[in-house]
């Protein structure tokens, strides 16, 4: 067993703290970062924090030619009380492994890695801001770094995480946006790396996002791979109809990212008594639904946004007008409850709050 | 326009280049590389070629997280009379052009990119190896840079170019080896990004290639991902089968890498008056003709092994033992005129060869 003690080097100079109403996400990163290493044969060791840095690898470095690398992405709230906590942090370490599993990157001990990630949060403490909807987003990621053109699993890698203060997604609240399914490219195919966060899948992803961007869509609706028929995913987040009274999310089928806000909603759904089930739904159904005025609402589901309605689905030439743009009373409720939580406003009946000392 | 002269930073510290016995493949690199900047706005600008250097990024340069990133690779070769030759490089830059479209990294200038690689190969010319089979491997890429976390298209790059010194793939001219059928991993799928060389697309080949790997194949052969029924590619080369004297490949979908070394094939057996089809090809079809003994070669084809004979194909838990594992006449034409062509030892009929002063 290495020894996992992490040593730790405070920076001699510390940043300014960007102002509340200036944060956006992901463009500002807190005074320091964690850094693990892997060697074959070695293992996981030299756990250490350091003064937030560069990265230096050598050009023939595997990341940079085959992608071989995975990463999560969680956040650190703060309550008014002044107490920071993670929400659900393990199901966060838990699916970096099987992204891990999925990608030939060797195992990491889960609970190193969130009291690394607990300790750096500790550390950085003041750069959690605390203006309503702020939060502290944990960026844990590990890279290949074996300098080796050769197609294969890289021998050497490094588990880092960064910390980036980051506001409110929606800085009105939660508002409704325009969604545009999409039937030329596709995400993921079962066999694919689908249900792995890596790398690859973001970068297939570019393309198709920015052609509906140029038409006013914030996001697209990814069909599944084989019939382009199947509901998976709605751009980084997963997605929920409410049809007719009944919550319906599609079933996780190998291609569809298995999400922690995902999960917390069907919980929630399943506590509140409101039916909710986990099965395959085609586009045609979601359309159907609509025509005969029983689509009562739609929404994204993930870590940055939380909740995020959907006001507008345009399909095949269609537009689909949800809710009359507004956002539904269960989209509201699963929002205000799970930011609630997070905030420490409200109870957390299912223990999801880990808190960092 | 900016102005494209290449700033040139030798060295002060050569380093000791590998004796041909103990050339591997892309472990080794030269005395120097090749870089140049994009930024949005200003465009791709300060072309140089320097000292042979990490790469220095910030840890959340978006091709740690989401792989925007294009690869390609091709070779130099040094003919007996001491001559060094690219074989059809433009091919190659006019798919870094394409991988890029379909990336959202942005266009470069095909020419300036070949006019470096020729600059820095020129300057490296003591590097490439004169022992049989052996060349100077070229590996430009693109990284996207830019430090921010949300998931769009990188604001700024870095095209670098960097030479390995490589040994023949085959220490004792080509052999046959074994694939195995992939039937439960997929590479790519149509819509997806296949036909880009991009960094995702080899990362979710490592898992299936380990696998097989275990069981003492060589490499995958890759069916499509809708029906897992039609042949695509074989590892990271195109594939070719030779069916009752017709020699035929899958035709190019949007999920097959358009090869040179395949490009180069299909117009020398046109040559030849070989019959060749680019055509759906399905595993059944190759199997009833193995069965009817109809199935006289297959090979793969990629700047790597030139030309790779495979003398088993697993399926199903069948073993389809092709030309007695014995290396097929057309298989073994094409890799002499080939590689002749490219060491200067055969005619160049086509124009293929572009000479580096």
């Given at each position: ?15 300014q ?13 807190t ?25 230096t ?37 838990q ?25 750096l ?14 939060s ?5 990621f ?22 980036s ?53 914030a ?92 006001g ?37 009946p ?8």
């Open positions: 067993m290495v020894d996992q003690t992490v040593n730790v080097t405070l920076t001699e100079d510390t940043k703290k960007p102002v509340a109403e200036q944060l956006e996400f992901g463009r500002v990163f005074d320091h970062m964690f850094i693990m290493d892997y060697i074959e044969g070695k293992g996981w060791h030299n756990p250490r924090i350091v003064p937030y840095q560069p990265v690898l050598d050009p023939a470095a595997i990341v940079f030619h085959y992608g071989q690398t995975v990463f999560e992405g969680l956040k650190a709230y703060v309550t008014k009380d002044g107490e920071a906590r993670l929400f659900r942090p393990e199901k966060n370490m699916r970096l492994n099987r992204s891990n599993e999925r990608m030939c990157i060797p195992h990491l001990d889960e609970d190193v890695a969130l009291n690394a990630i607990k300790q949060v500790s550390l950085e403490r003041d750069w959690i801001p605390t203006a309503p909807g702020t502290l987003y944990i960026r844990p590990i890279i290949s770094t074996e300098s080796y053109l050769g197609v294969a699993p890289s021998k050497t890698y490094q588990f880092l995480v960064i910390l203060p980051v506001g409110a997604y929606y800085k009105e609240g939660i508002n409704p946006v325009k969604i545009a399914v999409e039937d030329e490219f596709v995400r993921a195919v079962k066999g694919g790396t689908g249900e792995a966060k890596t790398a690859g899948n973001y970068a297939s992803s570019l393309k198709a996002q920015e052609l509906v961007s140029d038409k006013g869509y996001q697209v609706l990814w069909l599944d791979g084989l019939e382009k028929k199947y509901i998976e995913e709605v751009g980084s987040m997963n997605v929920f109809f409410k049809i007719n009274g009944e919550v319906v999310t599609p079933a996780l089928n190998g291609s569809i990212l298995e999400g922690v806000t995902r999960n917390s909603v069907i919980r929630l759904l399943n506590h509140w008594d409101i039916p909710v089930a986990e099965r395959k739904i085609s586009m045609e159904e979601v359309y159907e639904a609509y025509e005969k005025g029983l689509l009562e609402e739609a929404f994204g589901a993930g870590t940055a946004a939380v909740i995020s309605p959907i507008e689905l345009s399909w095949k030439g269609e537009q689909l007008i949800i809710n009359d743009r507004v956002t539904g009373s269960v989209s509201k409720r699963l929002y205000d409850t799970l930011t609630g939580i997070q905030y420490g406003t409200e109870e957390d299912f223990g999801w709050i880990e808190k960092v000392k």
